[in-house]
């Protein structure tokens, strides 16, 4: 075993492999492979952990062909063997709850499918809360679970303790309890899944490393083996801490790095022995450990913070050590001596147990904790599922999620959290590192809504505008980027107060409010995705690709790319600029996510057409508010009047002779343009603006009150009303969908018969009567007792002077009027159905104007 920290080169010889992104190798002929039994395959899984087992499992139980996994040591080496096991349901996040769902509901069974001891304990797990704070917490995540089908309930010192009788009850406020929690044995977990895998038809081989990837002209992958090569139509990652290494063979840079995770486990103790039923897991969430019972002893880890715990950065720099499979780091008590007197505070039977074991093993981080699974942008065919620092409890829900997503042609439920292609060329291995001991040392902290973390910021990611307007604002993080959230006055508390309640940004952003309502205002929309497509196929493109019509030359639209099943998989602004070429514009969270979508159809049906990502060379600011014309017209020649340039026309002008873009629309529903410039000229071009609009007391203004804005104005937001969950009739995007055109756009035959079937559910437009508190999205909504439905995003109203927010609901529930109550920090609050919008837009006030 090579020591801690080694900085031996271990980097592998091997020649370089074609980029995806160039045409490809041309097809070799197939041989015979005696050695590997095989040489064509429909997918081959790269590393035998239990993440890539279980997808190898779902894939061949769901009645794919030729499926093979290759491992290069043996089954569960990596972080798989080591792991401690543990099972929940909970997760803050909303749609990972489905994967925990998943993986527990399949664990139970799979004992009894296969034949194989999986070793699967569930006594439940309980996480504590010993501050105010988190009581808040665990109440705003109860909010969160009312609408999904796992069993959590919120509960009283005097239950924590009946359930784990060997608890110091002294900082005990509340539980957070979940009866179906538990452990399991990772390796035989693994090989229980193998064996499900076997029956169902699949390939599992090892030892075979897989020495190089080869690209091929007709969309086929050559994956080189020292037994021979294997044809497969697609390649699918799962190579843990070799992930990055699998990468770089096709030029790509995947952002995770190893962590060194510790736990200990004791002898046996006689107050644990002496129980009747095996303890609850128990999290610790101030003291940030595990605790679990293990046989008659106890079993502890914790997560130290981002200045103790240690990452092994050398693998990153010179790759993993040639043969590293089951072995461990040295151990060291010394980093997580704080974290062991807590745990002996708050379980006192600790004090006299014997350590027997300490585990010190690599498990693999990405920056922000979560693993990326998923098809990957600029690369045919590739796959990953990696960076999972829980792989035992994703590991069934995301080899059934994947499987689900190859077999059907897109995922079966939003994940976008999990893209991989939420990270980019931004994302440096400086970041990752730094971000990495972040998440790990941030494990157990609150879980706040609107969080920011700080670490690794700012990226090469800044607007022109960034060093301007830094220390005017509290900046938020956007996909790498730096956006300004609200702007400071002199008076205010500045800087970032996270609360579960109103806080520190409530009156500002009442500010900017009224700024773009009564005045004008300046918001910096640099992160905005942004392509270019031209080619003699891009009208022919886009018509397949939307269910709205193409936009005529001058004119812009909003556009929906949908799924073929009928869901909403991304918005766009579509701009057709000259005859043929278009600019696509979307938000920053789905900038690569769209552009795959967008390239993989290209390259499936052929279309000549050239694809560009703009996004990083243009900068974009949105000019809003009843003097937005005034202002914008000091500084050009050109005719901005509503009769010479009309809502959602786009045109290329010159603004104080600085060449720009200028589409007639605003996210505020106000009147307003959004500007596309170089990025090199945001400086100047925000300067003469702001100068030229003193006379109408312009100012800025940031994106907590665009979504005020929006929210008002009823405007849906992709990722909250709309995603790969919905679809766009029950969203309330009927005016933008049209089925009669005579292409046949994708998603067209679902939405015809999903029209014709009926609506079982309606997006809502709610008014809350509530206190200190708003609602952000994914509440709990409640009609005569029973949760019926959730919210999808929320504010509050400074123009209704209360809580807004949209909500799905049951058809029958959806009519204007309908009272419901929406449940906000453990409480529920009255709400009702009104009539959308709160607050006309713009263009219909105008329009309502001149009929009189």
């Keep these: 075993m090579l020591p801690p920290g080694s900085d031996r080169d271990t980097r592998l010889c091997r020649r370089p492999a074609p980029l995806p992104g160039l045409p490809g190798l041309p097809p070799r002929a197939a041989k015979e492979n005696p050695s590997l039994g095989t040489d064509r395959a429909d997918t081959v899984i790269i590393g035998g952990g239990c993440v890539g087992v279980s997808l190898a499992y779902h894939l061949a139980k769901a009645g794919m062909k030729n499926v093979v996994l290759l491992e290069k040591s043996e089954l569960t080496a990596g972080s798989t063997w080591h792991a401690a096991g543990l099972t929940t349901y909970f997760h803050p996040g909303i749609n990972l709850k489905k994967i925990h769902y998943y993986s527990i509901k399949l664990y139970e069974k799979l004992e009894e499918e296969t034949g194989q001891i999986v070793g699967f304990h569930q006594p439940g797990s309980i996480r504590i809360a010993s501050t105010p704070t988190r009581v808040d917490e665990f109440k705003y995540q109860m909010t969160r679970a009312g609408w999904h089908p796992t069993e959590q309930y919120l509960i009283t010192p005097e239950k924590v303790q009946e359930l784990f009788p060997l608890l110091n009850m002294d900082k005990v406020l509340a539980g957070l309890y979940n009866p179906g929690d538990g452990h399991i044995d990772p390796y035989s977990l693994t090989m229980a899944l193998a064996a499900g895998a076997r029956k169902y038809g699949a390939q599992l081989k090892y030892p075979v490393q897989v020495t190089n990837l080869n690209f091929r002209s007709d969309g086929m992958w050559e994956v080189e083996t020292p037994l021979g090569i294997i044809q497969a139509k697609r ?6 801490f070799w992930a990055r290494e699998i990468g770089k063979m096709i030029g790509l840079e995947h952002p995770v790095i190893p962590v060194h995770h510790q736990y200990i486990v004791t002898s046996s103790i006689p107050e644990v022995k002496a129980l009747k039923r095996e303890l609850p897991v128990i999290r610790d969430l101030e003291g940030s450990y595990y605790l679990r019972q293990e046989r008659d002893g106890l079993l502890f880890g914790p997560y130290e913070s981002q200045e103790k715990m240690k990452l092994q950065d050398s693998w990153v720099t010179h790759g993993v050590p040639p043969g590293f499979g089951k072995e461990l780091f040295e151990s060291d008590l010394n980093r997580i001596m704080e974290y062991i007197e ?18 010190a093993g690599p498990i693999t981080y990405s920056p922000d904790i979560l693993p990326m699974v998923g098809p990957h942008q ?3 065919n590739y796959w990953v599922a990696i960076g999972f620092g829980y792989g035992i409890i994703h590991a069934g829900g995301i080899g059934k999620y994947l499987s689900d997503w190859i077999l059907d042609g897109e995922p079966p439920f939003d994940l976008i959290e999990l893209d991989p292609n939420r990270y980019g060329k931004w994302t440096t291995t400086d970041y990752t590192a730094a971000k990495a001991r972040e998440s790990y040392g ?5 879980g706040y809504p609107k969080e920011e973390r700080f670490a690794g910021r700012p990226t090469e990611r800044i607007s022109g505008l960034y060093d301007l307007l830094k220390s005017k604002c509290s900046m938020g993080f956007h996909a790498g980027w730096e956006q300004p959230h609200w702007f400071y006055k002199p008076g205010d508390e500045t800087g970032y107060k996270p609360s579960f309640r109103r806080t520190n940004w409530f009156d500002p952003l009442g500010r900017e409010y009224k700024q773009v309502m009564e005045k004008v205002g300046v918001i910096d929309l640099s992160p905005f995705g942004k392509f270019k497509v031209k080619g003699s196929d891009s009208v022919k493109l886009l018509d397949h690709l939307f269910a709205n019509v193409v936009p005529k030359v001058g004119s812009t639209n909003i556009s929906h790319m949908l799924t073929p099943r009928g869901r909403v998989y991304a918005e766009l602004t579509v701009s057709q600029l000259y005859p043929g070429e278009f600019m696509l514009v979307t938000g920053s969270g789905s900038e690569l996510h769209d552009l795959r979508w967008i390239e993989e159809e290209a390259a499936r049906g052929d279309y000549k057409v050239d694809i560009e990502n703009m996004t990083d060379e243009m900068g974009v600011l949105g000019v809003a508010g009843p003097y937005a014309r005034h202002v914008l017209q000091k500084l050009t020649t050109e005719d901005l009047s ?5 809502f959602l026309q786009a045109r290329h002008l010159k603004l104080a002779d600085i060449a720009v873009t200028a589409i007639r629309i605003s996210y505020t529903g106000e009147l307003g343009w959004e500007l596309y410039h170089r990025k ?3 400086v100047a071009l925000y300067s003469a603006i702001m100068e030229a609009g003193q006379k109408e007391q312009i100012d800025n203004f940031g994106t907590y009150a665009l979504n005020t804005l929006r929210l008002e104005k009823g ?3 992709w990722g909250a009303e709309m995603n790969c969950d919905t679809n766009p009739l029950e969203a309330g995007l009927e005016y933008f969908i049209k089925l009669n055109k005579p292409a046949d756009f994708i998603g067209k035959q679902a939405l015809n018969q999903i029209k014709e079937k009926g609506l079982k559910r309606r997006l809502a437009y709610l008014t809350l009567e509530t206190d200190n508190v708003d609602p952000e999205g994914n509440e709990s909504v409640w009609h005569n007792g029973k949760v019926v439905g959730n919210t999808t995003s929320g504010c509050f109203s400074y123009s209704a002077q209360r809580s807004l927010a949209f909500a799905y609901v049951p058809t029958e529930l959806s009519k204007v009027g309908q009272n419901l109550e929406v449940e906000l920090l453990g409480k529920n609050y009255s709400a009702t159905i009104v009539q959308e919008p709160l607050v006309l837009t713009e263009p219909t006030r105008s329009r309502l104007q001149r009929k009189g």
């Design 342 to 359: 807590a745990a002996m505070e708050m379980v006192p039977v600790l004090k006299h147990a014997n350590i027997i074991n300490t585990i």
């Design 680 to 682: 090199e000229d945001s």
């Design 642 to 646: 509503d009769s010479s340039f009309k």
């Design 715 to 717: 405007f849906r937001a």
């Design 442 to 446: 941030f494990n157990n902290i609150v």
């Design 378 to 380: 600029g690369v045919r």
């Design 235 to 240: 390649v699918v990652n799962t190579a843990g």
